[in-house]
């Protein structure tokens, strides 16, 4: 039971991602140091992406998860920042 609630999880933070990593965009009007950033998260949001997917290939499941939501919490983290543009609320923690 526990290995079906984690593939579960796995499968939607998975989509969860994919689909926060294809809307995201830089914020316009980002100096060139806050660019610099943005795109730091942003290719470390791509980064744990790829590490999850490796994982789920490998049958790692519990990696695949830990990286999926680090990845996501890179993007978070930016919107959060202003560093990125989103305004779905159910895909990111928007700012105030």
Request: proline share 1%; aromatic share 12%; with cysteine.
């Given at each position: 039971?526990?290995?079906?609630?984690?593939?579960?999880?796995?499968?939607?933070?998975?989509?969860?991602t994919?689909?926060?990593?294809?809307?995201?965009?830089?914020?316009?009007?980002?100096?060139v140091?806050?660019?610099?950033?943005?795109?730091?998260?942003?290719?470390?949001?791509?980064?744990?992406f790829?590490?999850?997917?490796?994982?789920?290939?490998?049958?790692?499941?519990?990696?695949?998860?830990?990286?999926?939501?680090?990845?996501?919490?890179w993007?978070?983290?930016?919107v959060?920042?202003r560093?990125f543009?989103?305004?779905?609320?159910?895909?990111?923690?928007?700012?105030?």
């Amino acid at each position: 039971m526990l290995e079906k609630d984690l593939e579960k999880k796995v499968a939607k933070y998975s989509s969860l991602t994919q689909k926060a990593l294809k809307k995201i965009r830089l914020s316009k009007g980002l100096s060139v140091q806050q660019k610099c950033i943005a795109e730091d998260f942003l290719s470390m949001a791509q980064n744990y992406f790829a590490d999850a997917n490796y994982f789920l290939e490998k049958k790692d499941l519990l990696t695949a998860l830990a990286a999926f939501s680090y990845s996501h919490a890179w993007l978070d983290a930016g919107v959060r920042a202003r560093l990125f543009h989103a305004k779905d609320s159910r895909l990111f923690t928007l700012p105030e």
